[in-house]
């Protein structure tokens, strides 16, 4: 008899994958996660996990493999034999899949493909059945034909990202229907916290508006600050993916927090939260406009709330600073390191 809570996470390195990690931990998982092969280490956001617990006893093991390697999934599959499957790995960033499209498209689409595939095999010999997670995403929508967007919302994908996971969203609803996994999809609109990157918009953000108050950086550079999104805390949102596998049959559902706010607004109330006006520092640099632009996304979490008990916790001002209260720590901290260098006349980066 299979243990009921062993889960393989992809992705597991990033803002989602470290949350759901904690998530399945303490509801006393077996947690076991993807992570690519690099020169340097990248599990800053679960390193506090080892921290707190020795490796020897701490219920979460690591996993080098890649989503471009479909024999190296199916080993994995055969090997752990998880009764749930976390599909968040992807090359997430919009802007970079216009340069990076091929890449986007082979991990973010194509891997997705894979990983079902080792799933639906090892099931068919090992008798039992598997319930998996697919990542989608409120980029699907793009060019909105309604507002709010629901799931049964046209999907008009306006980057290269959202068209691979849109190819990953479609790919899992057709394995559900056609060989009957338990493949459940969450299409998640934004959703930020302080672990994420600081290449992503809000995070940009409220990590210049904190080094900008202690005189570390001069100005942001941001591309359109009209642009509006149902931005939400990903804490909150790693729990409607458990959810969502915990119900008898499997389903699409939208995570959203119903309400949308612009990148102005994000600016506005993260200068504003260190006693600064966004105007005097934020400028407009055409490098950061997308290709084609998704100007709405607005969720409609309905759903979600009335089939599987979900709903948001944290609010857009909480969600805002909670994120340049982390941030400012991290820049006092950037601070002192450079005063430090200063006084032994040493360069600073």
């Given amino acids: 008899m299979m243990r009921a809570d062993r889960a393989i996470i992809t992705g597991i390195t990033g803002q989602d994958g470290s949350y759901l990690a904690e998530l399945l931990l303490a509801k006393g998982y077996e947690v076991h996660g993807l992570v690519r092969r690099s020169s340097t280490f990248g599990t800053q956001r679960i390193d506090h996990i080892y921290r707190d617990a020795h490796e020897a ?4 093991r690591l996993h080098y493999g890649d989503m471009a390697d ?5 080993r994995l599959i055969r090997e752990i034999r998880p009764t749930e499957v976390y599909n968040l790995a992807a090359q997430s960033h919009v802007r970079v899949s216009f340069d990076q499209p091929t890449y986007t498209a082979d991990v973010t689409a194509v891997g997705t493909l894979r990983l079902l595939e080792a799933i639906r095999d090892f099931q068919d010999a090992a008798g039992y059945q598997i319930r998996f997670y697919q990542a989608s ?10 507002v709010p967007q629901t799931e049964t919302t046209p999907f008009y994908p306006r980057s290269p990202y959202g068209v691979a996971k849109l190819y990953a969203h479609w790919i899992t609803v057709n394995y559900r229907e056609s060989y009957g996994l338990h493949a459940s999809c969450g299409i998640l609109f934004n959703h930020e916290s302080p672990r994420r990157g600081e290449t992503f918009v809000t995070r940009k953000i409220t990590r210049a508006a904190t080094r900008i108050k202690l005189g570390l950086q001069q100005k942001l550079f941001l591309g359109n600050l ?22 008898e049959s499997p389903d699409d559902y939208v995570v959203a927090t119903d309400e949308t706010h612009s990148v102005r607004e994000f600016c506005e109330k993260a200068f504003g939260a260190v006693g600064l006006d966004y105007r005097d520092h934020v400028e407009i640099d055409p490098r ?3 290709p084609a ?11 979600a709330r009335r089939q599987i008990g ?9 969600l805002v600073a909670m994120m340049v209260e982390s941030d400012m720590e991290l820049a006092r901290k950037e601070q002192v390191l450079a005063a430090t260098c200063r006084d032994a006349a040493l360069p600073f980066r």
Avoid: I, T
């Avoid at 980029?139 to 034909?145: L, Q, R, S």
């Avoid at 632009?293 to 759903?303: A, T």
């Avoid at 979900?310 to 909480?318: C, I, K, L, T």
């Fill in 57 to 60: 006893e701490c219920p979460l």
């Fill in 310 to 318: 979900w709903q948001p916790r944290v609010s857009f001002d909480a």
């Fill in 137 to 146: 995403s409120s980029e699907m929508y793009g060019k909105v034909v309604e």
């Fill in 293 to 303: 632009e998704v100007d709405l996304l607005l969720g409609s979490s309905s759903k």
């Fill in 70 to 74: 479909g024999n190296g999934l199916s």
């Fill in 288 to 290: 950061y406009y997308r």
């Fill in 226 to 247: 009209d642009a509006q999104r149902d931005w939400g805390f990903a804490g909150d949102y790693v729990e409607a993916m458990w959810l969502m596998l915990q119900q």
